[in-house]
Each structure stands twice: as structure tokens, then as C-alpha cells.
């Protein structure tokens, strides 16, 4: 029969019947990844043991929540190497986790619509302005006007002002010393009269030079001795407010005895916030942070297994600052696992240096988590996880620029084909280059130490 044949009139039947078009929109990346295990007959713990991922991040892959994952350099590895586990493509699921993400975000914003301002009025032009030599006189007239109030008004103010004055020495207000005099000294306004009343009714008076500084020395008696220092300004006939000093002399002080030097700086002062003495850390930044009245200083880091456990850099932990203003200073250091001990020493100018120091455990992480970054070169990449093949002679090149993330419980072999061209980052540590050398090699990768060339095939 022909398809002339087919046509029907009326309510009868033209042509072929037809299926319905499914506008049944595609599933989600945690729908795709579920189907996928379930059509390979495994549940989430299973899934967890084979993939080396926790259980905690394959439920949250499958349910949608990106926000419960890691920072998106781990969550692509997760990705990667669950989609391989479940014979998917993992560009594929990579894109879909990205259009997914996107989607979120665009929710996430709300977008104004635009409103186009209304159309202004045509105005005649404007008329050029002309000045004439009646308009210059104004202006001449009023610039003089306003710098007679502005000197007039300086002027105001600075008899309106009270003078400041400072002291400087003794460094503090209230201190014991061991002598018959001591030196009073400190800063004030060019040529202030500094007046100085002492006990027994004494009264003595210093004036300051150009840059304002002052000293004057006062006889001390045995016991308390109270002095109160008044700067007066000559030109504005005003006082500043009075700075009160209690010096206390031991009684019993013999005149002639020696007297120390009362104008000698003031003693040293350490204190560390933390970390703690016998803290226990996880691998990754310490910050080290405290106190000091110094204006430098040291931290250092050293092990304290034998042998000595290596840096993430490689190098020792050196480090050098200066103290920020009210005496606070912090510096944070990347520990792998093992035991540490912390010293921090001040220093100050004229005064011996202090020291405190710190011994600390980082611990052994319950997992390792391996960022490789192709940061020099390209290179291609055979990865084994506790025995499991994660990424074989097959797999995509590592560019320029790109990461890959493993996880593992106890160590993770590669074989690179250009070492030298990578940098890895083991639990958030940065041990920086994977070797020095551009031919392939293999290497073994174990938390708490460094990266070790290997002879060992897998």
C-alpha cells in the first residue's frame, strides 16, 4: 500500500501514527552518578572502599550538595576518578558538575531590570561668561577677605590650644630606684617653660629646645617622692595638664652610696599566645604569635625526630619581622607530621635577646590527599592509590595549568614523564617541585615525608 493509501478523511487517520515527543528535561550529575552505581550494583560504602573517597563526599555528589564538598580542586578529582570507577565519561561529568554550578550561582544572583532615565528637556545654550575688570576687583576683594579670617582664625585656634607635654624618662610613672637623683626627662613645644614641683615644696623649672625636648635632674630623699610636671606655653600663657611620677627610694640609702642608672632602657618582654606547650596539630599551617616590647623578631622551627623530617620546602623554617605597632606579631608555618619544637627569640636595641620555645606534635593525617599541578610543562601521568590503578598509560596528558587530585590511606605511586615540570601539594602542604630532572621516573608518595625516587614498576 502506498502512502496515498494512508490519507483518511474526516476523523479518520492521515499518515502514520506517531510517537510523542519526550520533553523529559536530562537528569541531574547526582541522578547520572546514582543510576550509574546502581547499574553497577554497588552501594556507597563498597563505592567508598574501591575509590579511595569518603563516603561523606560520594553522598554528596549524589544528592547536590556542592556546598558540603572541598574547594573545587579536590571535588574535581572526586569527580574524575569516581567517573572512571563507574565507566563514565569524566569530561562529560566534569562539564555537567560546571553547568551545575553555574545554574546555582545564577539563582543565587538577582539581576535589576534596567530603567532608562527619562528624556531631558532641549535647553537653549548657554551664554559665555565674561569678566569684567569690576568682576576681577570682587574677586580680588574676596581672596583677601577669606586669608584675613583664615590668619584670624589660625590665629584662635592656636591660642585656643593647650600645650602637650610628654615624658620619656623614667620610662614609667611609677618605679623604685636606688640613687639620690634622677633624670627627668621628655618633649614638649619649642621653648615651653617646663615647670617641675617635687616634694618638700621643691620647685625646679627646664625649657625645651628647638625640637622640643627637655631634662632636668631632681634630688630624690628616702621613701615616696611625688613630682608633677607642667608645660607652660609663653606665647599662648596657657598650661598643660599636669603628668604625676612617683619615685620610691629605699630607705635606708646612704649618701654616696653608687647609683645605678636610672635612665637605662626597660627590660625585655616576651610573651607567646601560641601555639601551645605539648599541642597536638593537624599537618599543615601553625601560627606562631605572642607579644614583645622588642622591635624584632626570630622564629625558628626544627625537628625533633631522628632523622630529621624534612620541610615542605625543603629548607629549614627561618623566619625574620618586625614587630607591628602595640607589640603584636604572627607568622604562619607549614609542619608536616612529627614532632617540632618552636623558638622565638626578641631582640632590641642596647638589650640581650630572650627567647621562649615550643614543643608541639603534628599529627599523622588519617588520609592522604594529593594535588599534582602541572606548573612548568606538560606531562603524562600513571598514578596507582594503595595498589588501585587510578589513572593508567592511557590517560589524558596533565597541562600546563591543570591539576589532578588522589586520595589514598597509606601512600600513592606515580610515574611522571616530566618530574621536574610538576608540583605537588600533599594535605595541604606545598613540597613544591617533584624533583629537578625532565626524564620519566617513578615515585613514591607517603605522608610525613618527602616525595622518594623509586626503582619499584607498578
Known amino acids: 500500500m502506498t502512502a496515498r493509501h494512508q490519507i483518511r478523511i474526516g476523523s479518520r487517520r492521515l499518515g502514520r501514527e506517531r510517537a510523542a515527543i519526550d520533553a523529559t528535561p536530562a537528569p541531574q550529575l547526582g541522578d547520572m552518578l546514582q543510576l550509574a552505581r546502581e547499574r553497577k550494583g554497588v552501594d556507597l560504602f563498597r563505592a567508598e572502599r574501591d575509590t579511595k573517597i569518603r563516603l561523606k563526599y560520594l553522598a554528596a555528589l549524589e544528592d547536590g550538595h556542592f556546598q558540603d564538598l ?59 561668561v565674561t569678566f569684567s575688570a569690576g568682576w ?124 645605678p ?84 627569640t626578641a631582640y632590641s636595641s642596647g638589650l640581650q635577646p630572650i627567647s621562649q620555645s615550643r614543643n608541639l606534635t603534628v599529627e599523622q593525617a588519617d588520609e592522604i590527599v594529593l594535588v599534582i599541578e602541572a606548573a612548568r610543562n606538560d606531562s603524562w601521568l600513571r598514578l596507582v592509590s594503595d595498589g588501585t590503578v587510578v589513572r593508567g598509560w592511557g590517560g589524558p596528558t596533565l597541562r600546563r595549568g591543570s591539576s589532578v587530585t588522589v586520595t589514598a590511606e597509606s601512600e600513592i605511586w606515580l610515574r611522571a614523564g616530566r618530574p621536574g615540570a610538576l608540583r605537588i601539594t600533599l594535605n595541604g602542604v606545598d613540597l613544591g617541585s617533584l624533583g629537578t630532572n625532565a626524564r620519566a621516573s617513578n615515585w613514591i608518595i607517603r605522608p610525613g615525608t618527602q616525595p622518594e625516587q623509586t626503582s619499584e614498576t607498578r
Open 136 to 259: 576681577l576687583m570682587a574677586l580680588l576683594v574676596m581672596a583677601a577677605v577669606l586669608g584675613f579670617v583664615a590668619y584670624i582664625g589660625m590665629q584662635l585656634l592656636r591660642f585656643a590650644d593647650v600645650p602637650a607635654v610628654q615624658l620619656t624618662d623614667p620610662p614609667s610613672l611609677v618605679s623604685t630606684v636606688n640613687a639620690e637623683h634622677i633624670l627627668l626627662a621628655g618633649s614638649s613645644g619649642p621653648g615651653a617653660l617646663i615647670n617641675i614641683h617635687g616634694p618638700n615644696n621643691q620647685y625646679l623649672t627646664a625649657t625645651s629646645d628647638g625640637s622640643g625636648q627637655w631634662s632636668r635632674e631632681v634630688p630624690l630623699a628616702p621613701g615616696r617622692n611625688d613630682f608633677s610636671v607642667i608645660a607652660f606655653d609663653p606665647v599662648t600663657r596657657r598650661e598643660s595638664a599636669p603628668i604625676h611620677i612617683i619615685v620610691s627610694v629605699p630607705l635606708g640609702v646612704v649618701a654616696g652610696s653608687p647609683s
Open 261 to 344: 642608672d636610672v635612665s637605662r632602657p626597660p627590660e625585655l618582654r616576651l610573651t607567646l599566645a601560641g601555639p601551645s606547650e605539648g599541642a597536638s596539630l593537624d599537618p599543615g599551617e601553625v601560627t606562631v604569635r605572642g607579644t614583645t616590647n622588642g622591635g624584632r623578631v626570630t622564629i625558628s622551627a626544627r625537628s625533633l625526630d631522628a632523622p630529621a623530617s624534612p620541610s615542605a620546602s625543603g629548607e629549614d623554617h627561618e623566619y625574620d619581622l618586625s614587630v607591628a605597632a602595640g607589640g603584636r606579631f604572627a607568622q604562619t608555618v607549614e609542619l608536616a607530621s612529627g614532632r617540632w619544637e618552636i623558638v622565638v
Open 70 to 128: 572541598p574547594a573545587p580542586v579536590y571535588t574535581k578529582g572526586f569527580l574524575r576518578n569516581y567517573a572512571m570507577y563507574l565507566a563514565l565519561d569524566p569530561e562529560e561529568v566534569l562539564q555537567r558538575w560546571r553547568d551545575e554550578m553555574i545554574q546555582l550561582q545564577g539563582r543565587k544572583s538577582v539581576q535589576r531590570p534596567t530603567v532608562a532615565p527619562p528624556p531631558r528637556p532641549i535647553s537653549a545654550p548657554r551664554r559665555s
